[in-house]
């Protein structure tokens, strides 16, 4: 991951909302939840979710997909693993003698 997408992740996420927003995606898993669903389970209205969704799709957090009348969105899982390899990736590489590397 480059750091230029690291900050659009960590700025993306650094909003309660949004926040909140994604970490219930992740309960979803790859299935993901509908608008309306989200929308009900963390008391927003439906065009302040939205706005949300479209901050963490932008990041590349979020995506959706349409079912019928509904949109589905879920968690981009790829795309916070990559993120966590990319905040670890130089772990312990100063220390000489790590038992946890």
Avoid: W
Avoid at 41 to 57: E, Y
Avoid at 74 to 92: I, Q, S
């Amino acid at each position: 991951m480059e750091i230029k997408s690291a900050l659009d992740a960590f700025a993306s996420l650094s909003q309660e909302t949004r926040l909140q927003t994604f970490r219930l995606l992740v309960e979803h898993g790859r299935e993901g939840a509908p608008a309306g669903k989200l929308s009900e389970t963390l008391g927003i209205p439906h065009n302040t979710l939205s706005f949300h969704l479209s901050h963490l799709s932008h990041a590349g957090l979020v995506s959706s997909r349409k079912d019928g009348r509904s949109i589905i969105y879920r968690a981009n899982l790829d795309t916070m693993n990559a993120l966590l390899a990319f905040m670890t990736e130089n772990c312990c590489i100063r220390e000489t003698d790590c038992k946890e590397c």
